[in-house]
Nanobody, 115 residues
């Protein structure tokens, strides 16, 4: 059984920074892509950033230049450094791992940006 646990969410003023972390535990083998998604109230869940096993990254246009995704393969963790936060970044953030062609999701962590 694989579990993903996010941490680091919270409240911050616009312009501030937060760092999210996601750690996997259980029967971990080779993790392919690690991603962060977010879902704001009344909106669909959207992809924020992805990092492949080779280190290639992808960012949604709305966060380019402000967010940085990184991973530590030895620890089975992925982080999301968020800077210059805006009110529209307010959402529940979820990590997602792809392993053996299966998807694993965390339970989500709330990020609230006050303007």
């Amino acid at each position: 059984q694989v579990q993903l646990v996010e941490s680091g969410g919270g409240w911050v003023q616009a312009g501030g920074s937060l760092r999210l972390s996601c750690a996997a535990s259980g029967s971990i083998f080779s993790i392919n892509a690690m991603s962060w998604y977010r879902q704001a109230p009344g909106k669909q869940r959207e992809l924020v950033a992805t990092i492949t096993s080779g280190g290639s990254t992808y960012y949604a246009d709305s966060v380019k230049g402000r967010f940085t995704i990184s991973r530590e393969n030895a620890e089975n963790t992925v982080d999301l450094q968020m800077s210059s936060l805006k009110a529209e970044d307010t959402a529940v953030y979820y990590c997602r791992f792809v392993m053996d062609s299966r998807l694993y999701w965390g339970q989500g962590t709330q990020v609230t940006v006050s303007s």
